[in-house]
């Protein structure tokens, strides 16, 4: 079973509409949670870094939120872009080594 | 653009052959890595690099040889592969070690897609 689980598995909303992806975790205790952005045919680009400390971490119009209790996070995108399709992948990092546990994404189309 | 290149973009090869995949980065980062990533799958990582020296080999098949010349260039040499293999290939880089803290941000090339006939 993957320790990072992230839902919905893909999603289409409207242009101009907000949209919520979450993320699930097992991994304990971890260094860092990332969100990446990854457009067709290109790598991924980081969106957010928070700490295992940090609850929410913004950058333009996304917002992502960190709950270390529950051991979720989401990545809210408000009035979404024709350019906000692509696939958003969920990162988490422990506090030793490089193994990066990585969720499958989740894959958003926004239509006109 | 990210700062980090990678040729050829895409690549088909049949089993017997050998081919290398190649990576630059222009961002003067010590670290760099290997990925693969398959469809529906989360990215493996695959090979990491600091200051040149190999840090961490995710148990990759030894028909994946990496090799790191320099700090700026990184190489992933491929021979006998099988059609699971088939793939996109990401190279990343950071300046520092992303495990382990929030630094070490890392910066994806556009990948190799690589298809094993």
């Known amino acids: 079973k993957n320790q990072v689980e992230q839902s919905p598995q893909s999603l289409i909303i409207l242009e101009g509409k907000n949209c919520t992806l979450q993320c699930n975790y097992t991994v304990s205790p971890f260094s860092n949670l990332r969100w990446y952005k990854q457009d067709t045919g290109r790598g991924p680009v980081s969106l957010t870094i928070m700490t295992f400390s940090e609850n929410t971490k913004s950058n333009g119009r996304y917002t992502a939120t960190l709950d270390a209790d529950t051991k979720q996070s989401s990545l809210h995108i408000t009035a979404s872009q024709l350019s906000d399709s692509a696939s958003y992948i969920c990162v988490v990092i422990p506090f030793t080594g490089n193994q990066f546990y990585f969720g499958t994404g989740t894959s958003l189309t926004v239509i006109p | 653009e990210t700062g980090v290149t990678q040729t050829p973009r895409h690549l088909v090869m049949g089993m017997t052959n050998k081919k290398s995949l190649k990576c630059e980065q222009h961002l003067g980062h010590n670290a760099m890595y290997w990925y693969k990533q398959s469809a529906k799958k989360p990215l493996e990582l695959m090979f990491v690099y600091s200051l040149e020296e190999r840090v961490e080999n995710n148990s990759v098949p030894s028909r994946f040889s990496p090799e790191c010349p320099n700090s700026s260039h990184l190489f992933l040499h491929l021979h006998t592969l099988q059609p699971e293999d088939s793939a996109l290939y990401l190279c990343?880089?950071?300046?520092?070690?992303?495990?382990?803290?929030?630094?070490?941000?890392?910066?994806f090339g556009p990948g190799t897609r690589l298809t094993v006939l």
């Open positions: 990343a880089s950071s300046q520092g070690l992303a495990g382990g803290g929030p630094g070490g941000e890392q910066f």
